[in-house]
C-alpha cells in the first residue's frame, strides 16, 4: 500500500511524551525527542486492534516465531546471520544499558561515551554510578569522525571498563565506515574494554551508506561486544518499549540475561509480542517508503537553510532522523539560541548543549514529521533570524 506520511496528525491528548508540554500551546511545534510523527505500519496496526478485540490480556510469551522474525529481519536488512540463542528480549534499550553497565563494570569505573552524543547515556552511566569518560568526535570536511589517538590514551585507563559506541550515530548522524569501526573495536580489544554498541537507529540509513554491525566485524570482536537493536525507531514503535540485545558469547550473554530476570525485566507487555513480530516481518514495505520521505525532507532542509538561511548549517546526517544544527552564526549563547527557537521561532528542538557538554550553538532538529510542518518551522525561523537581524542593524544604525 502507499503509505501518506503527509498527513499532520495532532498528537496533543494522545499521552505523547514528546508533545507534552504542548497541550495548551497550539502554536509551537515540538522537534526533540526521539520519536517521528508519523503512523506505524498499517500491519501493526491491524495486528495490535486484533489483539485487542481478544479481550484478555494476561501475561504474555514470546513465542520461538518473535525471535525468527527478528534474525529474519537482521538478516534480510544487513546480512548478519546470527543464531537464536544470542538474542535477548529487554523492555528498551537505557533499560538494557542500565543493567549491563551494573553487570559488566562497578561503581566508579569509567565508560567512554563519544561526544556529542545522545544525553541519556550521561544520565544512565552517572545515575548508576559510574564515570563518564569523553573521546570527543572530531569535525573533519563537514562531518565527524573519531579522534583514535584519544581514544586509545582513555583505553588505557585502568578503570575503563565500557565503551559505549552509539551506531549510527545520534545526533551526528554518522554511519560509521567499515575500517572506523575495525580500528575501534582493535583497540578495545588490545585493552580489554567491552564494547556496547546502541544500533537503534540501524534501519534509518539513507542512500549511499551501510550500516555494518561491529559485532559482524569478526568472531573476536563478537566475543567482545553486546548489541542493542529496537523496533522503536524502525517502525515508530518506542512506545511500545520492546528491544533486543544480541549478545554472542556466553560469557557475557549469561550474566546478562540473569541480571535481567533479577530484576523481573524479561516479561513482555502483550502487546509488544504482536507488534514486534508483526513489524518486523511486514514492515519493510513501510519502512522503504518512510525512509524516501526522510530523505525527502533532509534535501528540503538543506537546500532551505542554504538559500534562505544562511546563518544555520546543516551537518547532513548519513543516517537517523535527526539534524544536527550548527547554529554559530546566529551568535546566541545558550540559553538565548533556546529562548530565541522556543518563543521567536515557535519550534522546541533539543539543546546541542546537553549532548555536549561545555558546547554551544548547536540544535537537534527530528526531521521525522510532515513536510508542511518542516517548511512550516523553516518560514518561522526564516522571519524570526531576518526579524532578530534587522533589529540588531537597526540598534547599531541608532548607536
Ligand atoms: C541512541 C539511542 N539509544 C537509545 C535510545 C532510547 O531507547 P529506548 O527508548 O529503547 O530506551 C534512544 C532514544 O532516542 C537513542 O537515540
Known amino acids: 500500500m502507499r503509505y501518506d506520511f503527509d498527513q499532520v496528525i495532532d498528537r496533543r491528548g494522545s499521552n505523547s511524551l514528546k508533545w507534552a508540554d504542548a ?12 520519536d517521528m510523527d508519523f503512523k506505524s505500519p498499517q500491519p501493526v496496526i ?14 504474555a510469551q514470546r513465542p520461538e516465531s518473535y525471535y525468527h522474525a527478528i534474525m529474519g529481519w537482521i538478516y534480510q536488512r544487513h546480512g548478519w546471520e546470527i543464531d537464536r540463542d ?23 569505573d569509567k565508560i567512554i561515551v563519544q561526544s556529542p552524543v545522545y544525553h541519556l547515556f550521561f544520565n544512565i552511566i552517572r545515575n548508576n ?42 545526533p551526528t548522524g554518522r554511519v560509521w565506515e567499515e575500517d572506523e569501526l575495525k580500528k575501534l573495536a582493535h ?14 537507529y540501524s534501519d534509518i540509513i539513507f542512500k549511499g551508506h551501510r550500516h555494518i554491525p561491529i559485532a559482524d566485524l569478526d568472531e573476536e570482536i563478537s566475543s567482545k561486544t553486546i548489541t542493542c537493536i529496537s523496533p522503536g525507531k524502525t517502525f515508530n514503535l518506542s512506545g511500545v518499549r520492546a528491544s533486543t540485545l544480541i549478545i554472542e ?27 514486534i513480530e508483526t513489524a518486523y516481518r511486514r514492515g519493510t ?17 538543506d537546500s532551505y537553510l542554504k538559500e534562505r538561511i544562511q546563518q544555520i548549517k546543516l551537518v547532513r546526517p548519513q543516517g537517523t532522523f535527526l539534524a544536527w544544527l550548527d547554529c554559530q552564526g546566529l551568535e546566541m549563547d545558550v540559553i538565548a539560541l533556546r529562548r530565541f527557537m522556543i518563543d521567536k521561532a515557535r519550534v522546541r528542538f533539543s539543546d546541542g548543549v546537553i549532548v555536549n557538554p561545555g558546547a554551544r550553538g548547536f540544535q537537534r532538529m527530528n526531521f521525522a514529521c510532515p513536510r508542511s510542518v518542516l517548511k512550516h518551522v523553516l518560514k518561522n525561523i526564516e522571519m524570526a533570524v531576518e526579524q532578530t537581524y534587522v533589529k540588531n542593524k537597526a540598534a547599531k544604525y541608532t548607536l
Open 187 to 200: 583497540l578495545c580489544l588490545k585493552h580489554n574494554v567491552i564494547i556496547i554498541s546502541d544500533e537503534v
Open 23 to 34: 497541550e495548551d500551546d497550539p502554536d509551537i511545534v515540538i522537534q526533540d525527542l526521539g
Open 285 to 301: 514495505e513501510w519502512l522503504d517508503q518512510v525512509l524516501a520521505y526522510l530523505e525527502g525532507n533532509l534535501d528540503f532542509l
Open 129 to 170: 554510578g559510574r564515570q563518564v569518560l569523553i573521546n570527543p568526535l572530531q569535525m573533519k570536511d563537514n562531518r565527524y569522525v573519531m579522534d583514535f589517538e584519544d581514544l586509545d590514551a582513555k583505553l588505557e585507563d585502568t578503570r575503563t571498563r565500557i565503551l559505549l559506541l552509539c551506531s549510527p550515530h545520534n
Open 86 to 108: 544470542w538474542l535477548i528480549y529487554t523492555p528498551g534499550v537505557l533499560i538494557a544499558l542500565a543493567v549491563a553497565l551494573r553487570t559488566f563494570s562497578r561503581p566508579g
Open 46 to 59: 491491524k495486528a495490535i486492534k486484533n489483539r485487542v478485540k481478544h479481550g484478555i490480556y494476561g501475561y
Open 249 to 275: 558469547n556466553p560469557v557475557l550473554r549469561d550474566p546478562f540475561a540473569h541480571g535481567m530476570i533479577d530484576m523481573d525485566l524479561d516479561i513482555s507487555n502483550i502487546f509488544d509480542v504482536t507488534a
